[in-house]
């Protein structure tokens, strides 16, 4: 199971803090995890790719469009359960 989802389990009440704790520790390095340099080269492989001269590290170069992009990338990668550290 997720992070998300066991913290939305505890939320909900349908787990303690304990059993929590418990899963979480269960999890520990089981959890899939990126690295934020590696999320980074993969924004900058997709704005190169657009061909719009965005470099991920260097927000003010984004418009909006890289914004939402990036936004719903990490959102997606969240979803799948995958830790961005």
Wanted: hydrophobic share 40%; proline share 0%; charged share 30%.
């Amino acid at each position: 199971m997720n992070k998300e989802f066991l913290k939305m389990q505890k939320s909900a009440g349908l787990i303690t803090e304990s059993e929590y704790k418990e899963k979480m520790e269960e999890n520990t390095g089981k959890m899939a995890s990126l690295d934020q340099e590696t999320y980074m080269d993969f924004l900058n492989g997709l704005f190169n790719a657009l061909g719009n001269g965005a470099d991920a590290y260097d927000d003010s170069t984004w418009t909006e469009k890289e914004e939402e992009l990036a936004g719903a990338i990490g959102r997606a990668i969240s979803a799948a359960g995958i830790d961005l550290l």
